[in-house]
């Protein structure tokens, strides 16, 4: 079976760091994490601008090393950070602060360096390569106007820059509203413009003026003063400077553009270009990296950081979280009420809980793992795991697949630069052994873990060799619970059902008209019968109620017969959560037992409320797996899979159509189908969540929801995905 993909959580990802920190020379795990980001834009985002948002910590770290990298590859890069915390920076995020290149860095609120100056913030906020002072966290690197190291990278950035922009030969933003096609490349290159005969601010004081430039016209170094680059340097807010005009290049060009480029003028004519943007598809091109918090989110955002979160979600671009959306917790999927809306994280190490619960999926965008070629030590941390108990009965291979998220920037062969690699041919030793605590690995649920889902049926069987199950269900007016989770049973393959119907005869549902093939009787004749009948999987809950009957009913399942598989869910829940008595009965039993409670459910075993329970899924199924010895299953966004033993996973598949009544009940049917199947708990478990959530994600593929997606369609697309295998 291929390796289930391992999740850790921070305190796990911390020890790992430490261990493989130990062992490599300082700003290492760093430098691959940035390496990784760059590699992922140089795939993704070959063109346009990109914006760094970074924090005060090492998330922010990664992404002012990131952004060195990007500039020394030449690409067209902006940096905001946050103010350091009291404490200052960690010390591998203050080596990348110390050695973040002069003029990448902006004071001010963030712009998107759309090149409309118009539209930039007062005081240049958007210059690009401008050499600014104080606000915004800046103070500390504000002697590059005195510095003739960092002056001269300045100017030669800016020369390149305004070199571009030549050839671009318009003000962005004046042109690029209403001329499509008066703009063509012109007789200037960059090969014309030296630093002997013209500096930077003189070309700023061409190209950045806003008259616009007819097709034909040449820019030309006669116009240019002699003004020189200290001028420039000295006067960052001057606006007639080219810093202050943004970087017209920076959205316009075609490919990266670098000195001796010539703009691809038809890309106006095609209308590729809207408000400033260079557009791919309907996608402007370009990048906002969210390298603000990572794991180390551990209060709520202050004003200045969830503002800059609601600039960034409101740009249309791309949008690259690093390790982890800034506002998700990691760990738990909880999402502050700013937090980044990433359209790609790519997160290290390995994957994170917090990115698959909860909000995680729905901010998180695309994950992509690199695991900083630790594998080593993310394995030993799992096996470690599973020597503390994790594996059991999980029938997943323990080691994480982050060996097979090859390091990206390696792959790609991308040339960011003689620093970027720093440490990179240093092989971390493996660790002797870790040991975790058990909640900080779980793996993810895909097909591809749930193999026995799809195993073809052997000729020489019959109805007997899958299962009989009975439904203990449907009080009056609630009858459709119980037909729902039989009727899903049916559809996934249990060889006999039996409806026991949380009622007393003379039935009002004697017969399912639509599924006769159910056998519907009340609840008490098919207790009596159950040895008789061959009973050997309980689902039990739906629709039952909680008056005394049906505590009574459900008192004798959980007492009798106990080597038959029982699936709790819904009203069994409340009842088993109040009663000490059918607690104690239900622990006693040898079969297999399932809980799928919904959050409320969940707080009910625990005798804790749901603020508690969704504040940390992965505890909570853990905790609720403990106390009752079962398997459980904490159902909502990303569901939480947890063993007896405590070995927890998280389903990818499912979708918010999911969020209608009746499909709690389906799942119930599916999973008592598949125990009653003989499928091993641990595929049976996570295996119908998996196919509950798969069946309603082909449904929305087809047009069949979220909107409007019934439970009973739930059961029948989960009939046709189990047949294709
Ligand atoms: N270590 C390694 O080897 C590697 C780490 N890597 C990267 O580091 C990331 C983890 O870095 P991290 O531990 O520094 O945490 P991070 O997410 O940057 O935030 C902590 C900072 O934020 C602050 N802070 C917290 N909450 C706040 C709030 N609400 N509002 C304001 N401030 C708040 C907190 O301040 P403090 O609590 O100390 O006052 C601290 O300054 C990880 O996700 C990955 O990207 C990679 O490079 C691979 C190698
Ligand atoms: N937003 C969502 N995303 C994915 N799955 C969801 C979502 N909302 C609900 N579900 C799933 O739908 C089912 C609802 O179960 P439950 O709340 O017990 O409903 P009912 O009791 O009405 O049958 C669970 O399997 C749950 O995981
Ligand atoms: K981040």
Excluded at 131 to 139: I, L, T
Excluded at 328 to 350: E, K, P, S, W
Aim: negative net charge.
């Amino acid at each position: 079976m291929p390796a289930s993909p391992l999740l850790l959580t921070s305190t796990a990802l911390r020890r790992i760091e430490t261990d493989a920190a130990a062992t490599l020379p300082p700003g290492t795990l760093m430098d691959r994490a940035a390496r990784s980001a760059a590699a992922r834009i140089a795939t993704s985002w070959p063109s346009g601008a990109v914006v760094v948002l970074c924090g005060p910590g090492n998330n922010g770290g990664d992404g002012l090393v990131l952004a060195r990298m990007l500039h020394e590859a030449g690409r067209h890069v902006k940096v905001w950070a946050l103010p350091a915390s009291d404490a200052g920076r960690p010390e591998d995020a203050q080596r990348a602060w110390d050695a973040l290149p002069a003029g990448l860095l902006q004071s001010g609120e963030p712009v998107w360096p759309v090149g409309n100056a118009g539209t930039e913030g007062a005081g240049g906020a958007g210059g690009f390569g401008q050499v600014e002072s104080a606000a915004g966290g800046f103070g500390e690197n504000d002697s590059a106007a005195g510095d003739p190291g960092l002056r001269s990278e300045a100017l030669s950035a800016a020369l390149r820059d305004a070199a571009s922009a030549a050839e671009i030969d318009t003000d962005a933003g004046a042109a690029l509203d209403a001329t499509a096609g008066d703009v063509t490349p012109t007789e200037v290159t960059a090969d014309d413009v030296t630093a002997d005969d013209v500096t930077a601010a003189d070309l700023a004081g061409d190209v950045a003026s806003r008259e616009p430039v007819e097709r034909g016209d040449t820019v030309s170094t006669d116009l240019l003063a002699d003004r020189s680059d200290a001028d420039l340097l000295a006067d960052p807010s001057d606006s007639n400077s080219l810093f202050a005009e943004g970087d017209p290049a920076d959205d316009l060009s075609n490919e990266p553009l670098s000195t001796g480029t010539l703009f691809d003028a038809p890309l106006l004519d095609q209308g590729r270009i809207t408000d400033g943007l260079l557009l791919d598809g309907d996608v402007p091109r370009g990048v906002i990296v969210d390298a603000l918090f990572g794991i180390g989110l551990t209060r709520p955002l202050d004003a200045q950081a969830q503002a800059w979160i609601t600039w960034a979600n409101a740009q249309p671009v791309a949008r690259l979280a690093i390790d982890v959306p800034s506002g998700l917790n990691g760990d738990t999927g909880a999402a502050q009420d700013a937090c980044v809306q990433a359209t790609h994280t790519l997160t290290f190490i390995a994957d994170k809980p917090g990115l698959h619960t909860r909000a995680g999926s729905d901010v998180a965008g695309t994950i992509e793992v690199d695991d900083l070629q630790l594998a080593a030590f993310v394995d030993a941390s799992a096996e470690a795991g599973l020597g503390a108990g994790l594996g059991a009965g999980l029938g997943v291979d323990a080691k994480a697949d982050a060996k097979a998220n090859a390091d990206v920037g390696l792959e790609i062969g991308l040339n960011i630069g003689a620093n970027a690699g720093a440490g990179d041919d240093v092989t971390a030793a493996a660790p002797s052994s870790t040991d975790l605590p058990t909640n900080d690995i779980g793996h993810l649920i895909r097909k591809a873990d749930v193999p026995s889902l799809f195993q073809s049926r052997k000729n020489d069987t019959h109805k007997g060799s899958y299962g009989t199950l009975a439904v203990l269900a449907g009080a009056p007016g609630m009858t459709g619970a119980a037909l729902l989770a039989s009727r899903a049973a049916l559809l996934t393959g249990a060889g006999k059902i039996f409806v026991a119907l949380a009622d007393t005869p003379p039935l009002s549902l004697p017969c399912d008209p639509m599924h006769p093939e159910l056998m519907v009787r009340d609840a008490a004749g098919v207790l009596d019968a159950a040895d008789a009948l061959g009973v050997d999987t309980w689902v039990a809950g739906c629709g039952l109620g909680t008056d005394d009957a049906a505590k009574g009913w459900l008192t004798r399942v959980l007492q009798e017969r106990p080597d038959a598989n029982v699936v709790l869910d819904a009203d069994a829940l409340t009842l088993l959560g109040g009663d000490q008595v059918m607690q104690a009965a239900f622990r006693q039993r040898k079969g297999i037992k399932v809980l799928t409670p919904h959050p409320l459910e969940a707080s009910r075993l625990l005798g804790s409320d749901t603020h508690a329970v969704q504040a940390d899924r992965i505890a909570a199924a853990c905790a609720i797996a403990a106390r009752y010895g079962a398997w459980v299953v904490l159902k909502g966004s990303g569901t939480i899979v947890c063993s007896p033993s405590g070995a927890w996973r998280i389903n990818t598949s499912g979708n918010p159509g999911l969020a209608t009544a009746g499909t709690g009940d389906v799942l119930s049917g599916m999973l008592g189908a598949l125990l009653a199947q003989g499928l091993l708990p641990e595929e049976a478990v996570a295996g119908g969540v998996w196919l509950h959530g798969a069946a309603a994600d082909r449904l929305v593929e087809q047009g069949i929801g979220p909107i409007g997606l019934s439970a009973s369609e739930v059961a029948q697309a989960a009939r046709w995905i189990r047949n294709q295998g």
